[in-house]
């Protein structure tokens, strides 16, 4: 994780539910929990599931294939992780979970993004603020949305339910 100090304007979006904490917390923690509520998900193969150790991949609707490695597992709370290509540059992503009260909670999802490592120091705050932000809040809107939709309803989420994406639809 020595590239985190390059990972500059986290992008992070929030979604309030209407349930207690530990009913999110068990989707989220669950193998293969992403197929159930990520609008952009269509495989979430597990390699290892070990809490702080866990691997798996998330398999794009558009075809991309993502590695997640994670390196930290806080019970109930929340997971540290890094996501990107096989043999890229990983973005790091904190997902939280923190009670409003015991019927309700919030969940977080923050990414700092390794795609701004490809630009030039000089251009990244350019990249960042008029491509890079828009188009990672339209995403963890969706997938956070999903979460709340799977949690609150009990149904799966179907593709693009929240909206097409440019990169994962």
């Known amino acids: 994780m020595t590239q985190s100090n390059d990972l500059n304007w986290p992008v992070r979006v929030a979604q309030n539910i209407s349930a207690p904490a530990a009913h999110v ?3 989220i923690s669950t193998p293969g929990n992403l197929e159930l509520c990520h609008p952009y998900c269509m495989r979430n193969p597990v390699t290892d599931w070990l ?17 997640r490695e994670f390196y930290a597992w ?3 709370a929340g997971y540290d992780l890094l996501i990107g290509k096989r043999g890229q540059e990983k973005s790091m992503v904190s997902w939280r979970i923190k009670s409003v009260n015991e ?3 919030m969940i977080s999802i923050e990414v700092r993004s390794a795609f701004l490592l490809r630009y030039a120091r000089s251009f990244r705050w350019f990249v960042h603020a008029f491509w890079l932000r828009p188009r990672l809040r339209q995403y963890l809107s969706a997938v956070t949305q999903g979460i709340k939709w799977k949690v609150e309803s009990g149904k799966n989420v179907h593709r693009d339910q929240f909206g097409l994406h440019p990169w994962f639809s």
């Open 103 to 105: 019927f309700n909670c």
């Open 25 to 27: 917390w068990e989707l």
């Open 74 to 76: 806080i019970d109930g």
């Open 51 to 67: 809490g702080k150790s866990s691997k798996d991949e998330v398999h794009y609707y558009s075809g991309l294939i993502y590695e």
